[in-house]
């Protein structure tokens, strides 16, 4: 019995099936990296985890409790809320409360924290992102890596059975992405149970424990970074990194 099991997920908008009855298990700590050309339906995974979107069918177990993620009542959907923390791509900061405000917004109004016991863990995770020194900035003056760190910070503040970040470099300029990474990297070193979203492929041989190639909605292949990247078996996936590795290297001449 793992840690997380989700299974049966399917998730369609109109006539577009985006996943197809997904099955995943993940232990406890394990960062699992989700692979795959854009518009497979990565996205739209993690979202429906969050119940950011309703899917038709499926169930998510975690932490020994099981959520059917067809719910539509808010009480079940807070509950299984409470379980997970999503990190965005574009950041979704308060743009009117600072640094130190946005990592404690969550403690007090969800977990009921005091603010005194609030700030102490705000103040510890963003310790832990290198960000004490922007403590009373407001996002408006925080560079987008730094704005992601804030936002990791937030979410780690709220101890999350599982974190669910959605391509969280990808609306960063080149420059910025390596601090991001760096932070995600600790974040995974720490034991957090991640479900990540990316198409940083040496990030993802490098951080994750284990790799999902997601294709038409469906898990198509699934092993540890060296069989994904150094003895690929399914003829799709092969396609797919060598079209990454292409890529790569125009990039490089250019």
Same mark, same amino acid.
């Given at each position: 019995?793992?840690?997380?099991?989700?299974?049966?997920?399917?998730?369609? &908008?109109?006539?577009?099936?985006?996943?197809?009855?997904?099955?995943?298990?993940?232990?406890?700590?394990?960062?699992?990296?989700?692979?795959?050309?854009?518009?497979?339906?990565?996205?739209?995974?993690?979202?429906?985890?969050?119940?950011?979107?309703?899917?038709?069918?499926?169930?998510?177990?975690?932490?020994?409790?099981?959520?059917?993620?067809?719910?539509?009542?808010?009480?079940?959907?807070?509950?299984?809320?409470?379980?997970?923390?999503?990190?965005?791509?574009? &950041?979704?900061?308060?743009?009117?409360?600072?640094?130190?405000?946005?990592?404690?917004?969550?403690?007090?109004?969800?977990?009921?924290?005091?603010?005194?016991?609030?700030?102490?863990?705000?103040?510890?995770?963003?310790?832990?992102?290198?960000?004490?020194?922007?403590?009373?900035?407001?996002?408006?003056?925080?560079?987008?890596?730094?704005?992601?760190?804030?936002?990791?910070?937030?979410?780690?503040?709220?101890?999350?059975?599982?974190?669910?970040?959605?391509?969280?470099?990808?609306?960063?300029?080149?420059?910025?992405?390596?601090?991001?990474?760096?932070?995600?990297?600790?974040?995974?070193?720490?034991?957090?149970?991640?479900?990540?979203?990316?198409?940083?492929?040496?990030?993802?041989?490098?951080?994750?424990?284990?790799?999902?190639?997601?294709?038409?909605?469906?898990?198509?292949?699934?092993?540890?970074?060296?069989?994904?990247?150094?003895?690929?078996?399914?003829?799709?996936?092969?396609? &797919?990194?060598?079209?990454?590795?292409?890529?790569?290297?125009?990039?490089?001449?250019?």
């Amino acid at each position: 019995m793992s840690y997380i099991e989700i299974r049966g997920l399917k998730k369609r &908008f109109g006539d577009n099936v985006v996943l197809d009855g997904i099955d995943l298990d993940i232990e406890k700590g394990e960062v699992v990296a989700v692979i795959g050309p854009s518009g497979t339906g990565k996205s739209t995974l993690l979202r429906s985890l969050n119940l950011l979107e309703t899917p038709e069918a499926g169930t998510f177990k975690i932490g020994g409790e099981t959520y059917q993620l067809t719910t539509k009542k808010s009480a079940e959907k807070r509950a299984l809320r409470q379980q997970t923390e999503m990190v965005f791509q574009q &950041f979704n900061l308060f743009r009117n409360r600072n640094v130190l405000e946005n990592v404690m917004e969550g403690l007090t109004t969800v977990k009921k924290l005091p603010k005194d016991e609030a700030g102490r863990r705000a103040l510890t995770q963003l310790e832990k992102v290198d960000m004490l020194d922007r403590l009373h900035h407001y996002p408006r003056h925080l560079s987008g890596g730094q704005q992601q760190r804030v936002a990791i910070a937030r979410a780690l503040a709220m101890e999350p059975k599982l974190l669910l970040m959605d391509e969280p470099t990808s609306a960063l300029d080149p420059e910025l992405v390596g601090e991001v990474l760096v932070t995600i990297r600790k974040a995974a070193q720490e034991g957090n149970t991640c479900l990540l979203v990316t198409h940083e492929m040496n990030f993802v041989k490098s951080v994750a424990s284990r790799i999902v190639f997601l294709e038409n909605g469906k898990i198509v292949a699934q092993g540890t970074p060296r069989e994904i990247f150094d003895n690929p078996q399914n003829e799709r996936l092969k396609q &797919f990194l060598n079209k990454i590795n292409m890529l790569e290297s125009m990039e490089y001449v250019i």
